[in-house]
């Protein structure tokens, strides 16, 4: 029998996969780390898989690299099946958390090893100048004679990164490559990282447990969740149309509620949330399931002293207000329905004066605000 991915790629001659994912799962004795997993990874696009500890991204990746061979199914790469290929003879390379560079070795010998393996072997001279080529694509050019114990932390990514891609590898993997650096580093090594991506034109595929980092720097996002694909888009995709609750929750900061529908009509419905107030939500997938969950995001909902025209109003307190510079994030216990959240822009708070812990408020819903989401499996 044809996967979905198998037709979906039959269906669509122009799209070309470095690297697929099709029917496969992955046990470790009566533990299902993968299960099922249908995916195609487009050639020269930044992917991630996201998602909390033991979710099986890690696995996924370790199943390209060659490093675990699936229980089911088929991990193919450039059109070939990589049942019977070690993972030295992939052609991938990868960097892992804690880099693995040798000690031992100069920045170019530790740049230099993959090639040195190589059969037939390289003239030295090939070697010398892809690795002050790649030096000077990381920003390490003045390096080569550095002992890696010298270098900071920053600096020894870029080596384990030049390593990894002086072999011009279809794809590169990375195993939360950033984990051990320091915010300000972490966030300056991302855009580092991305613009690498983009001027090699690699396919990169990332493992990260960070959502800001998945949602920064990838072209497309796989969410992960008990061994599952829970969804695949952009980062904007998922931030706004996310499929289930899980994704909804684990994507962003997400306000979570319950409502009864009354009625639908053009991919919108009309509900009724826990504290009896009515409001006009887009549906993700149109069904006829009565209760429902919604979505609405921070940043959607607004405060005011008083209900405003057009806008469907919940009671609500203060509970904790923190000023976070752009905006500021208010926690709110709204009656009938729980704590929310809403982030208020600095300029909109200027304009209102701002609220205390303690006021009550009304938290102000637009109509269309917010998102049904669909039944979980």
């Keep these: 029998m044809q996967s979905?991915?198998?037709?979906?790629?039959?269906?669509?001659?122009n799209q070309e996969y470095v690297a697929e994912f099709i029917g496969v799962s992955k046990r470790f004795g009566d533990i299902l780390a993968a299960n099922q997993l249908n995916l195609g990874i487009q050639r020269g696009e930044f992917l991630s898989f996201l998602g909390p500890s033991g979710c099986g991204k890690t696995t996924?990746?370790?199943?390209?690299?060659?490093?675990?061979?699936p229980s089911e199914g088929v991990v193919r790469i450039n059109h070939t099946d990589m049942s019977a290929?070690?993972?030295?003879?992939?052609?991938?390379?990868?960097?892992?958390?804690?880099?693995?560079?040798?000690?031992?070795?100069?920045?170019?010998?530790?740049?230099?090893?993959?090639?040195?393996?190589?059969?037939?072997?390289?003239?030295?001279?090939?070697?010398?100048?892809?690795?002050k080529k790649v030096l000077a694509t990381v920003r390490l050019g003045d390096f080569a004679d550095r002992r890696t114990w010298e270098l900071s932390g920053g600096q020894q990514q870029r080596v384990a990164l030049a390593r990894a891609i002086v072999n011009e590898p279809k794809l590169l993997l990375l195993d939360e490559p950033m984990a051990a650096l320091d915010a300000k580093l972490r966030a300056e090594m991302q855009?580092?990282?991305?613009?690498?991506q983009r001027s090699l034109g690699i396919t990169f595929v990332l493992v990260t447990h960070d959502q800001e980092e998945a949602l920064s720097m990838s072209d497309r996002i796989c969410i992960m969740g008990g061994g599952r694909i829970a969804q695949v888009g952009t980062p904007q995709e998922l931030y706004d149309r996310p499929v289930n609750r899980y994704v909804a929750d684990f994507v962003g900061k997400a306000n979570i509620l319950s409502g009864e529908v009354v009625s639908r009509q053009d991919g919108q419905a009309k509900?009724?949330?826990?504290?009896?107030?009515?409001?006009?939500?887009?549906?993700?997938?149109p069904d006829d399931r009565r209760r429902v969950d919604v979505v609405v995001r921070p940043e959607a909902l607004s405060l005011s002293s008083t209900p405003q025209n057009g806008n469907a109003a919940?009671?609500?307190?203060?509970?904790?207000?923190?000023?976070?510079?752009?905006?500021?994030?208010?926690?709110?216990?709204?009656?009938?329905?729980?704590?929310?959240?809403?982030?208020?822009?600095?300029?909109?708070?200027?304009?209102?004066?701002?609220y205390g812990v303690g006021d009550e408020v009304h938290i102000l819903w637009a109509a269309?605000?917010?998102?049904?989401?669909?039944?979980?499996?």
Excluded: W
């Design 314 to 354: 919940l009671r609500a307190r203060v509970t904790h207000c923190t000023f976070l510079g752009d905006h500021t994030e208010y926690l709110l216990q709204a009656e009938g329905i729980g704590p929310l959240q809403i982030n208020l822009p600095r300029q909109a708070e200027r304009a209102s004066g701002g």
């Design 60 to 69: 996924a990746l370790r199943m390209l690299a060659g490093f675990e061979p």
């Design 191 to 196: 855009r580092e990282l991305l613009d690498l």
């Design 271 to 285: 509900l009724v949330l826990g504290c009896g107030t009515e409001v006009i939500v887009p549906e993700s997938s």
């Design 4 to 13: 979905s991915l198998e037709a979906d790629a039959t269906k669509d001659s």
């Design 368 to 377: 269309g605000t917010g998102l049904i989401l669909a039944a979980e499996d």
């Design 85 to 131: 290929v070690p993972s030295y003879q992939r052609p991938v390379n990868m960097v892992f958390q804690q880099y693995a560079l040798f000690p031992h070795m100069t920045v170019g010998q530790n740049v230099g090893y993959g090639l040195r393996q190589l059969r037939p072997r390289l003239p030295k001279s090939e070697i010398m100048a892809r690795v």
